[in-house]
């Protein structure tokens, strides 16, 4: 962490550098042009039993099950594509020896490219999910955390 110049208040700064605008969810569209809808408060209105309940309730709620939605939408189809792109190499390295060992460009062979191929797109389905993470998920699963926090205090003050 820096220090900043000035005198040391004691406050907590949340002026970021890193701040992505598109994080907080400003300016996001659903693929459509149209701006992606906003996740559902977890809150609700009655105190829960304890602590146990509150999860049972957060979990229940509108705004989890959108973030956990949100979730299996982007790797359920991303693990399906990459998958079968992965059983397709080997499998084709396995029963076409002859296909894998065509030259494309003098030393350079089918399946080396092929192989090259998956580590590229290991790194793009990385970079696709951190970037769908940073922009669908983070801020409703933060959100969601406060509101589980805030309910699990009350709770633990209730029983005090």
Known sequence: MEKYDGRDTGEVRFDDPWYDALASGWGE???????APVVPPARQGGRAGGTAEVYLQVQRSAAFQEVRGRYRRFVVPAFAVFFTWYVGYVVTATAAPGFMARSVAGAVNVGMVAGLGQFLTT????????????LRRDRAALELR??????TRSVRGAER
């Open 123 to 134: 790194f793009v389905l990385t970079w696709a999910y951190a970037r769908h993470a940073r």
């Open 29 to 35: 569209l659903d693929g459509t042009g149209a701006p």
């Open 146 to 151: 406060w509101d589980t926090q805030e309910l």
